[in-house]
Nanobody, 121 residues
């Protein structure tokens, strides 16, 4: 099975930028879907952005125009470029990926451990 590890979180001033990375390790043939989710204290985990194997992207209204999701298949890594950060973007950000079935392996999803993003106003 594949494991996902997020990195790139940190503390930034409002208006600043961060790039989060989600690195997948293990036996990877393809990834159907990658999503970035976030969860702030007291809030439900919510979808921030996603990208399919075909390159179709989707963004939460609150981040549209500011965040960009991308993937580098050669590196088995997905990214979330976050620009014009706001205090309300403060949350733990999680990567989630879905892997298709292959011979001997059923389809499954995986979550990363999360990375903290804090935006000071």
């Amino acid at each position: 099975q594949v494991q996902l590890v997020e990195s790139g979180g940190g503390l930034v001033q409002a208006g600043g930028s961060l790039r989060l990375s989600c690195a997948a390790s293990g036996s990877i043939f393809s990834i159907d879907y990658i999503g970035w989710f976030r969860q702030a204290p007291g809030n439900q985990r919510e979808l921030v952005a996603s990208i399919t194997s075909g390159g179709t992207t989707d963004y939460a209204t609150s981040v549209k125009g500011r965040f960009t999701i991308s993937r580098d298949n050669a590196k088995n890594t997905a990214y979330l470029q976050m620009n014009s950060l706001k205090a309300e973007d403060t949350a733990v950000y999680y990567c989630y990926a879905e892997f298709p079935a292959r011979v001997g392996v059923p389809p499954y999803g995986r979550w990363g451990q999360g990375t903290q993003v804090t935006v000071s106003s």
